[in-house]
Structures are given as structure tokens and as C-alpha cells.
């Protein structure tokens, strides 16, 4: 309590002069609600070069527990590549699924994504990191490079391009957990057929709504909460 008197009190000329809205806004001295930081220390007078802000350091207790963390442009999105890193490698620790991960890793390759985030998309594709899209249903498993990519292939005979897929796969990593055959083939097949979508529509709405790849139930009205495998999402 009393650092953060002091903190007040050392920042009120930048309140009064109506500067400390302004820095404030930075993301730089955003807080993710969702971590639960024990020991937090912000150096705002890193946050800009051109003001002479004190360094303040202040803390906030509320566990025996200390953990540090460092303050990023986007706390969230660290926090959370993080976590989900941690949880990947304390599944994997035989010799053959690290060899077997990295693989799959490899086949990612193309798309210039950071090892971070392929862990990130193989993780929420396969069960290892929990993913909304799955609920309850989806198991972790190790995935085979022959699985990923079959996908990948699958997709780019499609007329998706590495630029595309690349967009597609940050926005519905989940589709290389998908069922190649019963799923993506069989769902292309039905806006084929169904719907009169192919080609140049297809490629735009594969863009646009990835997860139409994914859908394989259709309660037509009558809930049956699969909402993120639905058809009538569609």
C-alpha cells in the first residue's frame, strides 16, 4: 500500500499536466487479468525515452508463493505461449515423441512461424493445449509428420498458397487435428455439392471461415451444444 501511495504521489505533475493519461495507454503497463502474478515490478520510466519518469517499483502480495514476470508489448498473448509451452514439454518427455514433435514441427517449416508457435498450433490441434474448439471430446495424442502433412497438402491442392495457409493456420490451428478423409475432403465435397462453392469461392471462403473444414454435425436448429462443429454455424 504505502508503494503505491508513493507511486500516486511521484507520478500527480504528469496527472496535472494531462501527460499521464497519454503514457498510460501504453500497452507496455497493460496487467493480464488472467495471470496471477504474486510479484509484479513495472519500470515506467522505460516506457518512454522522451519523459523523465522516476523509476517506480512496486508490489503486490497476496501469496507466501513469489513468482517474477516480465513485462512484454502483450502480456496475454507471453503468458499464455508460456504456459502452453511449459504444458507441451511436461507431456512429451520420451525420446521418440520429442523426435516425433519435432517432425511435425518441421512440416511447419514453410511458414516461418517461431518455435513458440508451432508448439502453439500443434498443441491446440492435438489435445496437448486445451482449445475451445474441442470441448470435452478431443484426447491428446502425439501427431505423425505422415498426418500434418497430409493436411498441409491437402489444403494447398486447394490453391492455397503458404501466405494463405499461414493466415489460416493462426486463425484455425485446430484443422491439422481435424480427419482428413471423413472431414476436410468430405466437407469440401459438400460445399461442392450442396452449396455450389469451388474454386476461387471456396479458396476466399476457406480464408474468410476456416473452421467449415471442421464441422461434422448438423443439429438443424435443435441445439445439441457442439455449436464449434455445427453446421448451422454456417
Given amino acids: 500500500m504505502e508503494s503505491l501511495k508513493f507511486a500516486s ?3 500527480s505533475p504528469y496527472r496535472r499536466s494531462g501527460m499521464l493519461g497519454n503514457r498510460l495507454n501504453s500497452p507496455l503497463l497493460t496487467i493480464d487479468s ?15 525515452s522522451s519523459i523523465p519518469l522516476p523509476n517506480i517499483r512496486f508490489s503486490c502480495r497476496y501469496s507466501p508463493s513469489v513468482a517474477t514476470a516480465t513485462w512484454t508489448s502483450n502480456p496475454s498473448t507471453k503468458h499464455w505461449i508460456l504456459c ?5 514439454e511436461s507431456i512429451i518427455t520420451s525420446n521418440e515423441d520429442q523426435s516425433t514433435w519435432e517432425a511435425c514441427k518441421q ?3 514453410a511458414f516461418n512461424f517461431s518455435d513458440e508457435e508451432k508448439d502453439k498450433i500443434l498443441g491446440k490441434a492435438f489435445g496437448l493445449v486445451h482449445s475451445p474448439y474441442w470441448g470435452e471430446e478431443r484426447t491428446m495424442e502425439i501427431p505423425k509428420f505422415e498426418t500434418v502433412n497430409g493436411i ?3 489444403l494447398r491442392s486447394l490453391n492455397l498458397s503458404d501466405d494463405d495457409l499461414s493466415k489460416l493456420l493462426k486463425k484455425f490451428p485446430e484443422i491439422l487435428g481435424c480427419n482428413l478423409e471423413e472431414e476436410l475432403k468430405g466437407n469440401v ?4 455439392e450442396q452449396w455450389s462453392i469451388n474454386g476461387n469461392s471456396l479458396k476466399k471462403l476457406l480464408l474468410r471461415n476456416p473452421k467449415v473444414l471442421g464441422y461434422n454435425v448438423d443439429c438443424k436448429g435443435d441445439c445439441i451444444a457442439q455449436c464449434t462443429r455445427c453446421w448451422a454455424r454456417f
Avoid: R
Fill in 9 to 11: 504521489l511521484a507520478l
Fill in 189 to 192: 465435397k459438400i460445399l461442392e
Fill in 34 to 48: 488472467a495471470a496471477q502474478f504474486c510479484y509484479c515490478k513495472a519500470d515506467l520510466g522505460a516506457a518512454s
Fill in 84 to 88: 502452453s509451452t511449459a504444458q507441451i
Fill in 107 to 109: 512440416a511447419l517449416s
Fill in 152 to 154: 498441409l497438402d491437402y
